[in-house]
């Protein structure tokens, strides 16, 4: 294995750090390369027996990113009903989507039976197949943030609609819906934080033990 120097830890800690949920965007384009670049990296992530379930799908076409936004904008609505007093007023001046300003969307659908792999690891936990996505996901994250782009993950959907607007296969299931670009405001704090929401939980300095 290589030697990774202090040095490298160190910085390793501030992308940890300066991951965030981007909801902000430049609207102009990440060069093709560099999007491809982040795709494959992506690609590396651990998957539960080599199964790698994950898919990758750009969302370019127009009518499909309005038919999202026109979901997010329903599903966000029916949120805000949800909620009362206070809490109803700060949710209401929350940005919670990037999805006007990104120049690029990505939706990632996650195989839950891949011939792949031939199910080693999937027969006690099936729901392996999701994590592993979701881990491939954060190795996208992760790759971006090292190189100045940010991400937005856009939770606030319906997963079965978004998947006929995409017309994708419907055995797949809908794991994450980002928003990709340059940020327009870099933080290193996560804006809900920033922004009153909520705070992180103190630093834990003791472990649970069996």
Request: hydrophobic share 40%; proline share 9%.
């Amino acid at each position: 294995m290589p030697e990774f120097s202090p040095a490298f830890r160190e910085q390793l800690q501030d992308l940890f750090r300066w991951r965030r949920d981007v909801r902000h965007f430049r609207r102009d384009p990440l060069p093709e390369p560099v999007l491809d670049g982040l795709l494959r990296t992506a690609c590396l992530a651990p998957s539960v027996g080599l199964s790698e379930p994950w898919r990758f799908v750009r969302v370019d076409d127009p009518h499909r990113r309005a038919a999202v936004r026109e979901d997010f904008a329903r599903c966000n609505a029916r949120a805000l009903s949800d909620r009362a007093g206070t809490d109803a007023q700060r949710y209401a001046r929350l940005k919670l989507a990037g999805l006007d300003d990104a120049p690029h969307h990505i939706a990632v659908l996650s195989h839950p039976e891949p011939t792949q792999g031939r199910g080693l690891g999937r027969g006690t936990m099936p729901q392996t197949t999701t994590w592993s996505t979701v881990m491939a996901i954060h190795t996208f994250w992760l790759a971006a943030t090292a190189s100045g782009i940010g991400v937005g993950w856009v939770s606030i959907i319906d997963p079965e609609r978004i998947r006929a607007v995409l017309d994708m296969d419907p055995t797949l299931e809908l794991v994450a819906y980002l928003c990709v670009g340059y940020p327009a405001q870099p933080a290193s704090t996560p804006e809900l934080e920033r922004r009153g929401w909520e705070r992180r939980a103190p630093e834990r300095r003791e472990w649970i033990r069996r």
